[in-house]
């Protein structure tokens, strides 16, 4: 070993044995330092986080800026989602109607203005019934018959008709089972109330209002839109965290119990993970990084590390008691070891959670530095506080009457986890180099099948189930998770309905607007739709300024007559004189909606398309991008769906990338850190060996239970080798100190570091495994999947250590001679 890094080493171990309360009370005061920062962690949700510094979103808002007046008022939209055995008879209508003029009438909620089928039908009973109120009186006054063939006449005349009732409308009884009403409500501006998914909205506070009142009209009416929605995503945070870590803390101290078997040492663990939460959350304050769905996932994964670190200090240092050694000698042996491995295995995990820092994901690279952060914090805390509060601990054991119990290292010789153990070694005795080879063959099979593997990015992700699984019936009443909606009536709307209100892309259209053929020409790219677009009559189903201009002409007989005069084909578009027709619309009551597809320059529009609610983003994208190809201008395709698809492109990315980096960084990192301390750099690639197999396992798992790389999982690959190079390091470590420093036969010493080290491991792989395991209980589907993902990946890292790490010794102590 080199002389400078022992006399570091021996420096540490110095202070651990002779100034163990120094060291503690050093290490209280930095706890209560970054306890000041855990006030300011503020929390993150919902999908914008990650939108954040994409290409794809910043074209989306600077469409949305073209197109919204300077100083005007935002408005945001809530929906009313009316269910029943007919939405469409007189009882029905009556009630939507009623719930759009209470809501109309309550001030505090802004709403600007309410349409629903209700409306259409009212209106045509009655063209002049324009408020709720006289749209009611236009319902109570026709007779059965006469609403009926209201509803087939609104379905024939009104494009908008069929988008607002569900996919069972029966045009021969007037009749279906759903409906949606839209409510919008005018807000000041410079509010972001377009998608509310990043944990706060200004509609939030309308909408639970509109909740009250709506609920008070009876019927099945629910309100939906994005201030609920953002609610949600803030509270599902916070009951999930109620859920997992209670029930991380149970089984975690459960397995600490076995590992320990000794309530001191247990009492002392639990204080080292709890003082490295602290230093971590601390540190997310003070540097200001929000706590966001994915990083849910680092605690589990510090206690994990944590836990390790734990279990193999307290088990060396008792080996070497055990040998006869007494408390500040073996405490000083035991460091000299663990501290060269924690030192090999933090800066591995450091590199495999670094690796995230890659991401064009805001989200995922915070993800890294907080990872890589906490792991540091542990390291420090496992490898010198611990064993520091060992030592006095100890020392006062021989003054005071602390019970003690086992102290015996967990799967020492002789016991039944020894034998099993000790099947890797027997492999490796008999044909490591046939079983290795064996392996890597199955390993590049893994790997092409695993390049199948599917990624995705939905609001789905960041939500809880549409049903809450009945095992949290069990929790303790502060516990229990709240009644959450926004998944049920998302997975309503889709069901019952053609296309929901998010489900549009829009097409960004740039070129002089007044020349004659640029109407002609948006209006002939919605002919002949592509396959996901919603169809009206065989066109694409779009709002455009087109729709705005045929709109307004059914209202105004003034304003029809100049677009029949100069409509050249008699299709409804005028092709001459668009100034004219544009200055006509501007001094109209169709002022505002004109200004929203139409920039003040008159030089670009936009075209809203909807699309299919069933069809995936990638078909949607490519849709999108085909009828912007076929604009006469120069178009672009935008919209959320456009957004969302170039995130799940950028997490396949980021998953490739980060793997490539984790994997290059660990093998410099051990090639160099092997040569260093041994003058053996080879060893370093032995030790990749069974992580590049895990990875491989890991992802052909993937494939194989259909999980896909999300917004969580997109991390899996570079966590598995930083969580999954802990347990190889310390097999290796410690077959290098047998082999290498004791000067053991290889198969010797293989005995000797799978007895010692192994029942360390076991015990960190139920401990975590079960800690980490626990993530399933979130109430987010793909945290839930992550954490099953992050469990299989330390199961499957503990086999390779155990039974695969052995035969790859053998086969380089081979080579190496």
């Known amino acids: 070993m080199d002389v400078d890094y022992q006399f570091l080493i021996d420096r540490v171990d110095t202070l651990i044995t002779e100034r163990p309360g120094t060291v503690i009370v050093v290490f209280l005061l930095l706890t209560a330092a970054f306890a000041v920062g855990l006030g300011n962690v503020e929390t993150a949700a919902g999908t914008e986080q990650f939108a954040e510094n994409v290409p794809a979103e910043e074209a989306f808002q600077e469409v949305n800026r073209q197109f919204t007046p300077s100083f005007a008022a935002d408005t945001g939209s809530t929906q009313l989602i009316q269910s029943g055995e007919n939405v469409l008879a007189r009882t029905e209508l009556l009630r939507m109607l009623t719930v759009q003029e209470e809501l109309e009438d309550h001030s ?21 019934a324009t408020t709720p109120e006289e749209q009611q009186r236009a319902i109570e006054s026709a007779t059965d018959t006469e609403i009926r063939e209201a509803v087939r006449q ?17 045009r021969g009884s007037a009749s279906a089972s759903a409906t949606v009403g839209v409510v919008t409500h005018e807000l000041p501006a410079g509010l972001e109330t377009s998608s509310g998914q990043g944990g706060t909205s200004p509609l939030t506070p309308l909408q639970v209002r509109a909740q009250f009142v709506t609920e008070n009209a009876g019927g099945d009416i629910r309100v939906f839109g994005a201030g609920i929605t953002a609610a949600e995503f803030s509270a599902v945070i916070t009951d999930t965290l109620r859920i997992v870590v209670p029930a991380a803390l149970l089984l975690i101290t459960f397995f600490l119990l076995v590992a320990y078997r000794d309530l001191a040492d247990l009492l002392l663990g639990v204080v080292a993970l709890l ?28 206690l994990a590390v944590g836990i390790d670190f734990g279990i193999h200090a307290v088990n060396r240092y008792r080996e070497e008691r055990e040998e006869g050694y007494g408390i500040d000698d073996g405490m000083g042996r035991a460091a000299d070891q663990v501290l060269v491995a924690f030192f090999i295995v933090t800066g591995t995990t450091v590199i495999g959670f670094a690796a995230n820092l890659t991401s064009d994901l805001a989200p995922i690279r915070e993800f890294g530095v907080v990872a890589a952060v906490g792991i540091l914090f542990t390291f420090l805390i496992f490898g010198i506080f611990l064993p520091a509060a060992k030592v006095k601990l100890d020392h006062a054991r021989d003054s005071y009457p602390i019970p003690t119990f086992s102290t015996r290292p967990l799967g020492s010789s002789g016991s039944r986890l020894s034998s099993v153990h000790a099947v890797g070694v027997t492999i490796a005795r008999i044909a490591p180099a046939i079983f290795v080879g064996a392996l890597l063959l199955t390993s590049g099979f893994a790997a092409a099948y695993a390049t199948g593997v599917d990624t995705t990015f939905e609001d789905e992700d960041f939500l809880p189930p549409e049903e809450t699984p009945d095992y949290y019936g069990y929790a303790p009443e502060p516990l229990q998770p709240g009644d959450y909606s926004v998944t049920r009536n998302i997975n309503f709307l889709q069901d019952n309905f053609e296309s929901g209100q998010d489900d549009t892309v829009t097409v960004y259209v740039e070129g002089p607007m007044e020349a004659p053929h640029a109407l002609e020409a948006i209006h002939r790219a919605g002919d002949d739709p592509p396959d996901s677009f919603v169809r009206e009559g065989g066109r694409a189903d779009e709002t455009s300024l087109v729709t705005v201009i045929q709109d307004h002409a059914e209202r105004d007989p003034e304003f029809r007559r100049m677009v029949e005069r100069n409509d050249i084909d008699d299709n409804g578009v005028p092709d001459r004189n668009l100034g004219e027709i544009y200055d006509y619309l501007l001094d109209s009551p169709a002022a505002e909606q004109t200004r929203q597809y139409l920039t003040e320059d008159r030089r670009a529009t936009r075209v809203v398309y909807a699309v299919e609610s069933d069809a995936s983003q990638e078909e949607i994208t490519a849709d999108a991008r085909t009828a912007a190809d076929r604009q006469r201008y120069t178009a672009t395709a935008t919209g959320n769906i456009v957004v969302f698809q170039a995130i799940s492109s950028l997490i396949l990315e980021s998953a490739i990338v980060s793997l490539a980096v984790a994997l290059t960084g660990t093998a410099v990192f051990l090639v160099f850190i092997y040569w260093l301390l041994l003058g053996r750099a080879s060893l370093g690639v032995a030790n990749v060996v069974p992580v590049a197999i895990t990875v491989t396992l890991i992802a052909a798992s993937m494939r194989a239970l259909g999980i896909s790389f999300n917004a969580f999982t997109a991390t899996i690959l570079a966590i598995t080798i930083g969580l999954g190079i802990d347990y190889s390091v310390h097999v290796t470590h410690r077959f290098a100190d047998e082999y290498e420093e004791r000067g053991r036969g290889v198969y010797d010493a293989l005995d000797r570091t799978v007895e010692g080290t192994g029942g360390a491991l076991a015990g960190s792989m139920l401990t975590t495994t079960f ?8 109430l987010f589907p793909a945290i839930g999947q992550f954490g099953f993902l992050t469990a299989l990946s330390i199961l499957y890292s503990y086999l390779a250590s155990i039974f695969v790490l052995p035969s790859v010794l053998a086969v380089w102590a081979r080579l190496v001679g």
């Open 108 to 128: 505090e909620l802004r709403v600007s203005s309410t349409s629903s089928a209700a409306s259409i039908v009212a209106q045509q009973l009655d063209p002049e």
């Open 154 to 170: 609104a379905d024939e005349r009104n494009p908008r008709f069929s988008g607002l009732v569900s996919n069972d409308f029966n």
């Open 275 to 302: 003082i490295a939460l602290v230093w971590t959350f601390g540190f997310m304050g003070l540097a200001g990084i929000p706590f966001s769905q994915v990083l849910i996932a680092v605690p589990p994964m510090l």
């Open 771 to 778: 800690g980490i395991g626990v993530l399933m209980l979130s």
